[in-house]
């Protein structure tokens, strides 16, 4: 049974940080990309970040950009995010999710929700000011 499993979220004051930490269980995602999204209160689901399948390619989001960083450890199953300058418009619900194996670049990064296939259950971030 394949599982996403996010932690790390909190409450925190503008200009801190965060690391999100995303471990996958029930097979090995090593060979596909993985990326980050988020949905804030009465809010779409929005791209976060992705990164490649051996972590040489990265995208983000023009609004984190520059501020979060992902990174991924194939001995561990895990994707992570690291969250700094935050601030109150990045509060929202956290969810890592893999890329299908199935078509298209599967190895490389995307920002499109329609081509990720498992997705966690999400870690609460809230940015106060």
């Known amino acids: 049974q394949v599982q996403l499993v996010e932690s790390g979220g909190g409450l925190v004051q503008a200009g801190e940080s965060l690391r999100l930490s995303c471990v996958a269980s029930g097979r090995t995602f090593n060979n596909v990309a993985m990326g980050w999204f988020r949905q804030a209160p009465g809010m779409d689901r929005n791209f976060v970040a992705s990164i490649s399948w051996n972590g040489g390619n990265t995208y983000y989001a023009d609004s984190v950009k520059g501020r979060f960083t992902i990174s991924r450890d194939h001995a561990k199953n895990t994707v992570y995010l690291q969250m700094n300058s935050l601030k109150p418009e990045d509060t929202a619900v956290y969810y890592c999710?893999?890329?299908?194996?199935?078509?298209?670049?599967?190895?490389?990064?995307?920002?499109?929700?329609?081509?990720?296939?498992?997705w966690g259950h999400g870690t609460q971030v809230t940015v106060s000011s």
């Open positions: 999710a893999t890329r299908r194996g199935d078509a298209g670049q599967f190895w490389q990064p995307t920002p499109f929700p329609a081509e990720y296939d498992y």
